[in-house]
């Protein structure tokens, strides 16, 4: 009979323990009520990026803004892409938790997530309703002022993307690695 022996890296060991040990989490979202940005137009400075993502992702009946959800339904549909990287990468994650680089691993899901919403907002949701002719024409007459700096004859062009006139909601969606409380 021989005798069977088992090495293990305790070090390792104990950095998997602690990743696990300590309830660590990941925020997606809009995190600040502040701009990164100041954007223009006067709508958006009369509310923050919080303010002003909650009104688009739940809809506003009172003002007449459907729902457009790019937080809790990116998640919905982008769940099972999610477990792919997660699979795809396993390898990587377990050598990462082992050396105790619990940030890394933390901050690559909360990049992909961003990445997920960044892609929604490009996609224009899924499901996002049309913008109102209202809404169209409105864009229409604002002159973008920063085309015009450039170039003084340059017609204005109004976006007709939908949950974006600047874009600063959209670059307001970030991340943040803390622990649970």
């Known amino acids: 009979m021989s005798d069977v022996q088992f090495k293990y890296d305790k070090t390792a060991l104990k950095n998997i323990e602690g990743f696990f040990a300590k309830q660590r989490t990941v925020k997606i979202g809009?995190?600040?009520s502040q701009w990164k940005e100041n954007p223009?137009?006067?709508?958006?400075?009369?509310?923050?990026p919080v303010e002003l993502a909650m009104v688009h992702e739940f809809g506003s009946a009172k003002r007449h803004i459907p729902q457009r959800s790019f937080l809790r339904l990116t998640m919905f549909n982008r769940m099972a892409d999610f477990l792919r990287e997660l699979d795809a990468n396993h390898e990587k994650i377990k050598q990462r938790m082992a050396a105790g680089n619990y940030a890394q691993i933390l901050s690559n899901i909360g990049a992909t997530w961003v990445r997920y919403v960044v892609e929604t907002f490009e996609r224009q949701g899924p499901d996002w309703q049309a913008l109102a002719d209202r809404t169209l024409a409105a864009r229409r007459a604002v002159i973008d002022?920063?085309?015009l700096k450039k170039n003084p004859k340059a017609p204005p062009r109004p976006s007709n993307k939908i949950l974006w006139v600047t874009g600063a909601m959209m670059r307001s969606i970030t991340f943040e690695v803390g622990k649970a409380r």
Do not use: N
């Open 30 to 32: 809009v995190l600040s």
């Open 40 to 48: 223009d137009g006067e709508h958006e400075r009369k509310i923050g």
């Open 145 to 147: 002022v920063e085309e």
